[in-house]
């Protein structure tokens, strides 16, 4: 080197190089992980608005369901304690919580720990910090335990929305998509229990026809049993084309509406929801503090079954004084807007004040 050659500085650490925004094939992303500019909602909120004005979620949230109902059912005020047994996207806890100040309190509770920290950092961006908004890493059978751990005997708010949130679904790493391929998972916590791949893989023909019609009302579960009991399918895809293929008569649209349902019966077996939902039911009442209200979401026959029953029961004690003897549904003008919100169904139940 010449000796007046002017000498490189090293590069600035603080520099973040240039970064190509993702390829993808064709004039929009399709694949989960391509859709860069729905899973940074709060960068690319035009994106985001013209997804949601499309009737159609963005990748990687969550579109809260009956929000209106669901706050007058609870009817929130300053000053209450409140639960969100199932926190997902955080969408009701959010509004809520802006309903509990001065002086309320909202416990959240999730059992997915991928989905729980991102949720717990965008409420906390919002401003509800650690005295408003506490979160736990539950199950909502865990609810009493959850309670006593914050050294409450009781709130004044419960809810429950049983309904798969939108991330999960729309990932295909979780296994949850009959639309999208992925490893055959299914669970709520991927660190807990067996995945659905090992689940249908033990489970004998005989019972697995119980299974779908307790779980999913599968009116083809005695054929489809054969196929796929005992059978080992490790990705989504492989489960759908082995259902697909054992109703070789069935129309498009039939065939499909078994694939939903058989994924729904696997996914309510692997995370043992119906036992979860007992549990929860059979402990609210004492959960509530006197004259509380408690909201449950549900999404098919069998979780309403289960909620009506124990609140008609409870209403019989005494445990409840008020209860809604119908089920309230969403709005025609949310159904359009949101078409997961269509199978919804909410009820509510009042603790009796003594």
């Given at each position: 080197?010449?000796?007046?050659?002017?000498?490189?500085?090293?590069?600035?650490?603080?520099?973040?190089?240039?970064?190509?925004?993702?390829?993808?094939?064709?004039?929009?992303?399709?694949?989960?992980?391509?859709?860069?500019?729905?899973?940074?909602?709060?960068?690319?909120?035009?994106?985001?608005?013209?997804?949601?004005?499309?009737?159609?979620?963005?990748?990687?949230?969550?579109?809260?369901?009956?929000?209106?109902?669901?706050?007058?059912?609870?009817?929130?005020?300053?000053?209450?304690?409140?639960?969100?047994?199932?926190?997902?996207?955080?969408?009701?806890?959010?509004?809520?919580?802006?309903?509990?100040?001065?002086?309320?309190?909202?416990?959240?509770?999730?059992?997915?720990?991928?989905?729980?920290?991102?949720?717990?950092?965008?409420?906390?961006?919002?401003?509800?910090?650690?005295?408003?908004?506490?979160?736990?890493?539950?199950?909502?059978?865990?609810?009493?335990?959850?309670?006593?751990?914050?050294?409450?005997?009781?709130?004044?708010?419960?809810l429950a929305d049983l309904g798969v949130s939108s991330m999960q679904i729309d990932d295909p790493a979780r296994?949850?998509?009959?639309?999208?391929?992925?490893?055959?998972?299914?669970?709520?916590?991927?660190?807990?229990?067996?995945?659905?791949?090992?689940?249908?893989?033990?489970?004998?023909?005989?019972?697995?026809?119980?299974?779908?019609?307790?779980?999913?009302?599968?009116?083809?579960?005695?054929?489809?049993?054969?196929?796929?009991?005992?059978?080992?399918?490790?990705?989504?895809?492989?489960?759908?084309?082995?259902?697909?293929?054992?109703?070789?008569?069935?129309?498009?649209?039939?065939?499909?509406?078994?694939?939903?349902?058989?994924?729904?019966?696997?996914?309510?077996?692997?995370?043992?929801?119906?036992?979860?939902?007992?549990?929860?039911?059979?402990?609210?009442?004492?959960?509530?503090?006197?004259?509380?209200?408690?909201?449950?979401?549900?999404?098919?026959?069998?979780?309403?079954?289960?909620?009506?029953?124990?609140?008609?029961?409870?209403?019989?004690?005494?445990?409840?004084?008020?209860?809604?003897?119908?089920?309230?549904?969403?709005?025609?003008?949310?159904?359009?807007?949101?078409?997961?919100?269509?199978?919804?169904?909410?009820?509510w139940a009042k603790r009796a004040e003594a």
């Open positions: 080197m010449s000796e007046d050659a002017t000498p490189i500085p090293p590069p600035d650490p603080t520099i973040k190089p240039h970064r190509r925004r993702p390829r993808y094939s064709g004039k929009n992303p399709r694949k989960f992980e391509e859709k860069y500019k729905e899973l940074a909602p709060e960068r690319y909120q035009e994106t985001v608005a013209k997804v949601i004005a499309s009737g159609k979620t963005p990748a990687g949230t969550h579109r809260p369901i009956m929000v209106a109902e669901i706050l007058e059912a609870l009817a929130p005020k300053a000053g209450h304690i409140a639960v969100d047994c199932t926190l997902g996207y955080g969408g009701h806890t959010q509004e809520m919580l802006r309903r509990l100040s001065p002086g309320g309190r909202l416990l959240g509770l999730d059992a997915d720990p991928i989905e729980l920290p991102k949720t717990e950092a965008r409420l906390r961006a919002l401003g509800f910090g650690v005295d408003v908004f506490a979160t736990y890493r539950s199950n909502f059978a865990g609810l009493p335990q959850v309670l006593a751990q914050a050294e409450l005997s009781g709130a004044d708010l419960i296994g949850f998509s009959v639309k999208l391929d992925g490893p055959l998972d299914m669970r709520m916590n991927p660190q807990r229990g067996q995945p659905a791949s090992d689940f249908l893989q033990k489970i004998r023909p005989d019972a697995f026809v119980s299974l779908l019609g307790a779980n999913s009302d599968e009116p083809h579960a005695a054929t489809l049993a054969p196929s796929l009991a005992g059978k080992r399918f490790a990705t989504t895809r492989a489960l759908s084309d082995a259902i697909k293929k054992a109703l070789p008569r069935l129309s498009k649209d039939d065939v499909n509406l078994s694939v939903r349902r058989v994924f729904q019966a696997l996914r309510i077996a692997v995370n043992d929801e119906f036992s979860a939902l007992e549990t929860l039911l059979r402990n609210l009442p004492q959960c509530l503090n006197p004259g509380g209200r408690a909201a449950v979401l549900t999404f098919h026959s069998g979780e309403d079954r289960r909620v009506k029953k124990a609140f008609e029961a409870g209403f019989r004690d005494g445990l409840y004084s008020e209860i809604s003897h119908e089920v309230v549904r969403p709005t025609p003008e949310e159904r359009n807007s949101n078409p997961r919100s269509g199978p919804a169904k909410l009820r």
